[in-house]
């Protein structure tokens, strides 16, 4: 039987994944390339063959997205695989239109299948959508385990945006790891948090070695989903957050529908920010389409320090992510500045500099917030000088990474922290968390500190 031809399409993460767990074996198919999107300055490498395996001597290539229908010609490609998140699903179907038409399979793979078991419980912690909240609740998560003396290790959806070798299995248990492995911005937002709480974290490229070194000193791992993709382990529990200020937006993306619906806990989230009717129509929607799911409703608690901002010309440096392909037109910075009675938000763009310019070029909605891009040293030093270059009083960090370490930006900066809390309004995700530990048996210890 002749091999069958893919190419997998992605964005530096769930591709790799799929392709490690489900192709690099299987002696039926062969992976012709990979495609990417999303994350700038990866579609002109190689996926390395030492990760790759003994069948593809030479590693895979990754080339960009708009050479697809081109490749299915060139490779004779007999099917393409949809590997990356938060798209709407109109975007999903439309690729794959145009792949049926040029005369390949369009295929989306399902959960279970690209889920590896763990021998330690696993929790968790997916989205709808990006920039709904995810990291407060692992957060707070990790600190109600830490409370009952069990140690939690966060295994950190991939983020392999440097050399993939090196970076198969990462492990970071201080802010002095992020420097030593030269972590870029996206990186450190996701990490750094948690590092401050004392949690260890994990990632990479290989989550199979990954999750196997984690089990080594964890009695509970914990999934860290990015984006609103599907977890890359089998979980126990899963928790999905929900965010008001998207109403409608749980059923129109993908893979967030998907975790929408096998969710064991949903998290509404934003709800002291959001619309209360906008509250009650994602209320309505888990119980229509996920009437066994738990919910739980929280607020997202900004810290600032409001005396710094008020009257002030505010630029708000922004999570990444969350005002780019998340789509939000501001977060968690714009609604401190303005609680805090800042006189008005910086609009960058007359300011921006190449890459950064091309991404608000890209994103035409961002007229009020910075997205914080640093995925190479070239990007870091754009964001520097548009930064200084703004015409603005004081600099709102609000993205969870302190930018002060990394960059200088050339006049007063104050950051903004958020973490979540819960309303009071259902079962509290403690009592969650203690059925957890009582299903698994898991003792807990005296606190650690």
Known sequence: MSERRIVIMGAAGRDFHDFLVRYRDDETVR??????????????????????????????????????????AEEDVDEVVFAYSDVSHEYVMHHAQAVIAAGADFTLLGAEPTMIP???????????????GKSGISRHLFKLLRERGLKAVDIRHPMPYRDLTAMAVERYASLEDLDRLGCTIEEREEYEPLIEEGAVVMAGVDYERILREAEKEADVIVWDGGNNDLPFYRSDLEIVALDPHRAGHERLYHPGEANFLRATVLVINKVDSADPDDVAAVRAAALEHNPTAIVIETDSVIDVDTSALEGKRVLVIEDGPTVTHGGMPYGAGAVAARRSGAAELVDPRPFAVRSIKA?????????????????????????EATVQACDADVVLVATPVDLSRLLDLGKPSVRARYSIAERGTSLPLSHVIEMFCTKFSLKTKPMVR
């Open 118 to 132: 763990s021998t330690k419980p696993v929790i968790s912690v997916c989205a709808v959508r990006t920039g709904v």
């Open 359 to 383: 991404t608000l070029d890209k994103f035409p909605h961002l007229t009020e917030v910075l997205p914080a891009m640093g995925y190479s040293e070239d990007q870091l030093a754009d964001l």
């Open 31 to 72: 992976v012709v390339a990979f495609t990417a999107t999303q994350i700038p300055g990866i579609d002109s490498r190689t996926f390395p063959a030492d990760l790759a395996g003994p069948r593809y001597p030479d590693g895979i290539g990754i080339v960009p997205e708009s050479r697809l229908l081109d490749l299915i």
